[in-house]
């Protein structure tokens, strides 16, 4: 990267440090479903083991983009000795030992009874549990697929899925970087490398992932019908990346790329589940052609917001506005301040240089560099 694109990417990181979820809320999250996890295995008869799923289970969860809205907090439950179970017998022992604890059933939501979760709301998050059982048996890493229910009308439909086996084919995609991002955290943490879970650290992929949401979401305000669903930009971004060492370089490798992860199978969109390929994460597309539209739509949006105006655009004010447009006034203003607080810190300290080229930054010395003494690119 040149240093136009290097600051870029300390841009990017400082903006996802603001989207994302605080260490607070996480641990507040983890201790809570930790909690109901407990709850349910002393009144259960089937053994139970409960876990997150989607993007909290991927270290991808952002802020909501206001006050109005609130985290989600999508977990598994997973009777592992309730194979036998029928559809409707799964999703209401889960819930009815809800119910029997006086603040989960106040916390269950009127329309608690979802299609396949119940959902329970807490002060500054929701919580979706999935009652499932093992689809065959349930022995990690390998055989980790699941059965779920699916509610239509009053009758309850058998549906499966493998949210464990997701992740891991994740982290596969990134296995280099993710390695040695865990190592650097358990050092720091003064842990062991296989304690560290994939949500405590932020790799250039996942990283990528988070902005792109948060550009769908600010993209997609008056559209959300039409807003491409999460799993799709996590599973398109992970096959298009190649081990990029920094964000910019992912989502300029990964907004090239993600289009043409998409299949056409007899005339119908195909974006397979790489854990379970008979699932079609695009089977909405079908029947409503626009998504598909608007996917592109939005793809070729995020290209220019995150690539081509960046790098045409003259001064940081300029940049800045631009970011927030499309990722958010308050967390791009929180970003770029930090950024010059970091840059102001590098100059106090005699670290900070220009390269000369067109507000190339560096924090160290390279050749032909010079030292800064005054303004910088990010302060006044």
Known sequence: MNEREKELDEILKEIVNEISITPTMLDKAITSYEAVGTWLGEGIKYDVKIFPQGSMNLGTTNKP?????????????????????????????????????????????????????????YDEFHMDILPCVPRYIYKEPDITEIRLTHKKDSYYEDRYSNPTGYRKWFEKCMEKTLKI??????????????DVPIYRIKTPLQMAIQLLKRHRDIYFQKDDENAPISVIITTLAAKAYTGEESVYETLVNVLSKMSTFIEM???????????????????????????????????????????????????????GDSFKKSLGEAPVKRALNNCADKKRNARDNKELYSTGLLTGIATQKVAGATLIKGHTFFGK
């Open 65 to 121: 983009i206001t006050d109005k809205d609130d985290y989600d907090v999508d977990l598994v439950c997973l009777l592992e000795n309730g194979k036998e179970l029928v559809a409707r017998e799964i999703k209401h022992i889960v819930g009815d030992r809800l119910k029997e604890h006086k603040i989960y059933r106040e916390k269950i939501l009127e329309e608690g009874e979802g299609k396949r979760c119940w959902k329970m709301q």
């Open 181 to 194: 991002f865990k190592e650097a955290y358990a050092i720091e943490n003064k842990m062991e490398i296989i």
């Open 265 to 319: 199978r007899n005339g119908v969109y195909w974006i397979q589940n790489p854990v379970m390929p008979l699932e079609n994460f695009a089977d909405k597309w079908q029947e409503c052609p626009q998504k598909k539209i608007a996917f592109e739509n939005w793809i070729q949006k995020a290209r220019e917001d995150f690539i081509t105006n960046p790098l045409n655009l003259v001064g940081i004010d300029k940049i």
